[in-house]
T-cell receptor, first 110, second 114 residues
Framework: GQQVMQIPQYQHVQEGEDFTTYCNSS?????IQWYKQRPGGHPVFLIQ???SGEVKKQKRLTFQFGEAKKNSSLHITATQTTDVGTYFC??????????WGAGTKLIIKP | ETGVTQTPRHLVMGMTNKKSLKCEQH?????MYWYKQSAKKPLELMFV???????ENNSVPSRFSPECPNSSHLFLHLHTLQPEDSALYLC?????????????FGPGTRLTVT
């Protein structure tokens, strides 16, 4: 069945370093969504990408959608403690479903 | 955020108990969802409702029974659960039950089955 693979599972960074998470779909996606879940919290919608090759920025966060619309990435520049959490990508599946990646947990080293 | 509320926030129940989880959305959305999130698995969609009608059931065991009396309220009735059902249960809503609309999540109910 359709799958959305997300890597890495965890990423440990020093505060101020960059962070990137990658999402790959087994099928072409009409769009891709990104969510953030803080520790102990719930997923919160960040952004949706629709167009092939689309790049969107939100302050230090840069989101990309691949040309083939099968992969996407989220890059955070100069991480801060407020960035800690798990980042999920999600793509459309069948019957109103979103197919979710397993998430990448961003951990800031003390 | 108070757009989507869930009660209770924490629940401990025995395998023979019957309990219900409640979700309410104040966003004027037409679609509501139940998800299960456990430590080892990504978000698992359980049920989707559109305008109070169930449109998707992802082969969820019958010990989970959803109810959607109106477009603002969603319940998940639980009975004879198993310890492996312990997880965070998240409710979400969206404008329409289409994959192009972002979903808004409630804070979740942390369920422990003993």
């Amino acid at each position: 069945g359709q799958q959305v693979m997300q890597i890495p599972q965890y990423q440990h960074v020093q505060e101020g370093e960059d962070f990137t998470t990658y999402c790959n779909s087994s099928t072409t996606l009409s769009n891709i969504q990104w969510y953030k879940q803080r520790p102990g919290g719930h997923p919160v919608f960040l952004i949706q990408l629709v167009k092939s090759g689309e790049v969107k920025k939100q302050k230090r966060l840069t989101f990309q959608f691949g040309e083939a619309k099968k992969n996407s990435s989220l890059h955070i520049t100069a991480t801060q403690t407020t960035d800690v959490g798990t980042y999920f990508c999600a793509g459309p599946g069948s019957n109103y479903q979103l197919i979710w990646g397993a998430g990448t947990k961003l951990i800031i080293k003390p | 955020e108070t757009g989507v509320t869930q009660t209770p926030r924490h629940l401990v129940m025995g395998m023979t108990n019957k309990k219900s989880l409640k979700c309410e959305q104040h966003l004027g959305h037409n679609a509501m969802y139940w998800y299960k999130q456990s430590a080892k698995k990504p978000l698992e969609l359980m049920f989707v409702y559109s305008l109070e009608e169930r449109v998707e059931n992802n082969s969820v065991p019958s010990r989970f029974s959803p109810e959607c009396p109106n477009s603002s309220h969603l319940f998940l009735h639980l009975h004879t659960l198993q310890p492996e059902d312990s997880a965070l249960y998240l409710c979400a809503s969206s404008y329409q039950p289409l994959d192009t609309y972002e979903q808004y999540f409630g804070p979740g109910t942390r369920l422990t089955v003993t």
